[in-house]
Antibody, heavy 120, light 107 residues
Framework: QITLKESGPTLVKPTQTLTLTCTFSGFSLTTNGVGVGWIRQPPGKALEWLALIYWDDDKRYNPSLKSRLTIIRDISENQVVLTMTNMDPVDTATYYC????????????WGQGTLVTVSS | EIVMTQSPATLSVSPGERVTLSCRASQSVTSTLAWYQQKPGQAPRLLIYAASTRATGIPARFSGSGSGTGFTLTISSLQSEDFAIYYCQQYNNWPLTFGQGTRLEIK
């Protein structure tokens, strides 16, 4: 069974750095073609792709946020970590961890999501 | 960036009806399009990838079609559990982008 679970703070202050961890099971991030990424959704709004890390450690970022994002993986712990610097209230959203399991970038498994509120 | 535009924003339909949702890309994405369903308080669920291939476990009443810039998701006979928001996503170009969603409401 494939599971992904997000963890991290529920509240951050403006200008702070957000660190989110995705802990997954049921697959390996060393398997050819596999990727783990992050997608966010502000309350009542649409989905926005943020970042993706692949089995070969290649990384992709949304250009609109690239300067603020870092994605890394910990193979031994089955984790992917996303950091986002200089948080702003507009970054308030549910952040989802997702899996890519093909040669194409659609997402077949999603975590439950974690709501992050940015407020002083 | 490829902009994905979904229409209509909201659709009011009755159970048992056939419904077609539209997704248009600002430039060709060939067949690299996915559809997701999101129910309130839940994460999205993959329905369709490669424009027309149903994901594992997705009922046959869901079908996708299209290529290039125009795509549709059809639900042949709406069930109560199908009332949700539907999103399309292109994966032909970076950044990956989603449409703004179509909400299916019960008439």
């Amino acid at each position: 069974q494939i599971t992904l679970k997000e963890s991290g703070p529920t509240l951050v202050k403006p200008t702070q750095t957000l660190t989110l961890t995705c802990t997954f099971s049921g697959f390996s991030l060393t398997t050819n073609g596999v990727g783990v990424g992050w997608i966010r959704q502000p309350p009542g709004k649409a989905l926005e792709w943020l970042a993706l890390i692949y089995w070969d450690d290649d990384k992709r970022y949304n250009p609109s946020l690239k300067s603020r994002l870092t994605i890394i993986r910990d193979i031994s712990e089955n984790q992917v970590v996303l950091t986002m610097t200089n948080m702003d209230p507009v970054d308030t959203a549910t952040y989802y961890c997702v899996r890519r399991f093909s040669t194409k970038n659609w997402f077949d498994s999603w975590g439950q999501g974690t709501l992050v509120t940015v407020s002083s | 960036e490829i902009v994905m535009t979904q229409s209509p924003a909201t659709l009011s339909v009755s159970p048992g009806e056939r419904v077609t949702l539209s997704c248009r890309a600002s430039q060709s994405v060939t067949s690299t399009l996915a559809w997701y369903q999101q129910k309130p308080g839940q994460a999205p669920r993959l329905l369709i990838y490669a424009a027309s291939t149903r994901a594992t476990g997705i009922p046959a009443r869901f079908s996708g079609s299209g290529s290039g810039t125009g795509f549709t998701l059809t639900i042949s006979s709406l069930q109560s559990e199908d009332f949700a928001i539907y999103y399309c996503q292109q994966y032909n170009n970076w950044p990956l982008t989603f449409g703004q969603g179509t909400r299916l409401e019960i008439k």
